[in-house]
């Protein structure tokens, strides 16, 4: 098991797929190493690539208003990508990719032990929750595996372009924060 130094410097030093000739930065993590939620998206957009940090773009800042609906925020939370580097053109991660850089997640989710993961869009729901996984029909459902549960969110930057499914997620939000103070009161 990797310290959480040990697996920053590993992901740095990646070379696994194609995406380390294009990055920037590796973009790693951000948040609370010891969160009960982790928020997980599908891989760094442009201004994540610059920054090297997790959802800092127009999605990011939508991001932030979303968890704060909820109680949660950069401090309280955990929040990483499926893929580290950021995909030409934003384009959606290949399954090779995915496949090359699935364990780093899988790292950092046996480091931070959270008790709440929350999907961001389709391509990380279809990785960590079902293959079959349908956004649009399964969005704020829960599943449970292994004591831990899962649900799935419209990704930010679909909510940027379509407004429409704007109620749909503060449904779902509200259903977050309902799961979050029920894992609470069990004591999970």
Not at 124 to 146: C, E, S
Not at 162 to 172: E, Q
């Amino acid at each position: 098991m990797y310290s959480w130094e040990e697996l920053e410097q590993e992901c740095q030093r990646c070379r696994k797929c194609g995406l380390c000739h294009t990055r920037n930065n590796v973009v790693f993590g951000v948040g609370n190493r010891n969160a009960d939620v982790m928020f997980i998206g599908e891989g760094p957009g442009e201004q994540e690539d610059l920054q090297g940090v997790p959802f800092v773009g127009a999605a990011g800042k939508l991001l932030d208003e979303m968890m704060s609906i909820i109680d949660l925020d950069r401090t309280n939370s955990y929040i990483a990508n499926i893929v580290k580097c950021r995909p030409p053109q934003n384009r959606d991660p290949e399954e090779a990719e995915q496949d090359a850089c699935i364990d780093y997640l899988r790292m950092q989710f046996a480091l931070v032990q959270p008790k709440i993961i929350v999907c961001l869009g389709r391509i990380a729901a279809k990785r960590i929750i079902n293959p079959n996984y349908k956004i649009t029909r399964d969005h704020g459902n829960w599943v449970i595996r292994n004591g831990i549960w899962m649900t799935a969110l419209y990704h930010p930057s679909a909510l940027l372009r379509d407004l429409s499914k704007r109620p749909d997620t503060f449904s779902d939000l509200l259903r977050i924060r309902e799961k979050m103070a029920e894992v609470k009161n069990f004591g999970l």
